[in-house]
């Protein structure tokens, strides 16, 4: 099946999910959406509703933050940005979006025990990419001793996914305690000069 | 300075001995048949209590049961590790301790460990998002004053909650880059990664 077809079907499947809540998804709803015979749906995911509906939250997770990196940025006609400012803009990023993403807050409400270990399954997913992304960003900047940058990219990653997930003490619209939150606290260990 | 004294507002059922025969009640025939096979009658068969006084117990229900269960578990697990604690003799210690006895104190939790390998759905919802904050705010209200003998109020508070997010991360996907289950691994990431974080 090419990547079109499977990127359509997942596409089907968030429309289906946004219209009726996971519970109500059936197959029959996705392959009518994404005009598909269901037995092409079938083929793709031979784990049936529960590996498409998986692989749907993979792929809006995924989209999510490829949103929340272009939005940071630098453009590329700008200079490249220090690592504490990248993770600035992308804690206020990703938690602003958070919480202004409907079928995200929806489904919280309504299906949380159904999205939620779906969700579980998907962020290491998630951490590891993250992960990859900030690896070679680390490995620019200026690292303390002993610190690996391969480490240092995971641990960074798991711990903004639970902020970004559960701010808790931290208020992630307050550009002043972002700042303190990433250069005293999460980057501190990590880079020479938090600036 | 009372490092006890916020455990004991959650070790409160402790006071009332038939709610904490429930919980332990409860978390037993958790670990056993899961929640979706535990009913009211088993809880109370297994506590050696009346439905009546099961009900009596809990008004709340479910919910109210859940609860207790969470503040309860979160007591027994800082009684668990507070003498530990206490000779710790820096805040790396601390860290590394309380990091290791948490870790350790998942792995052995049999009721825990039944729900995340058969009824994942029962349980990760109550670690999620703004579920999770209530948790990071009693771990943090727990162990930070622990802290608090080596470095700032806030910095203690703010440790407490960057080791729980990390000890779940990695309770829920391990990863041998912080093996909770070998000191040498958390000492090593507390060292370089969390102390130089937390001087207050």
Redesign the interface.
Known sequence: MSGNQRERILEATYAVVARAGMAKATMDDVAHQAGVARATLYRAFPGGRDDLLDAAVTWEVARFFDRIAAEIGPGPEQAPLGVAELLERGLVAARRALAHHQLLQDL?RHE???L??S??TT??LV?AAMRDWLRPRLERADL?A??DPE??A??LA??L???I??P??WDLEDPEQVRALVR???????VTDTG | MAPFAATDRYRSTAADTTEARVIDATLRCIARWGVAKTTGDDVAREAGVSRATLYRAFPGGRRALVEAMLRHELGRFVDSISVDLDAATSLEDALVTGMVGAGRFLRDHDALQYLLRHE???V??AF???R??RV??AA?ALCAPHLARFTSPEAA??GA??AA??V???S??P?P??DLADEASVRR?VG????????G
């Open positions: 919280l949380a025990d159904r939620v270990p969700l579980a962020m290491p951490a303390r002993g610190v480490q240092a995971e641990l798991r711990t996914l639970s902020l997930g559960t808790g003490r005293r606290h999460l980057l501190a260990g990590v | 994942p759905e029962r990760l919802p999620a998002f703004h999770l904050d990071l705010a943090t508070a703010i909650d960057w997010r990390l779940l991360s990695y829920l996907h990863s880059v912080l990431v370089t990664y969390l102390a130089p974080g937390l001087t």
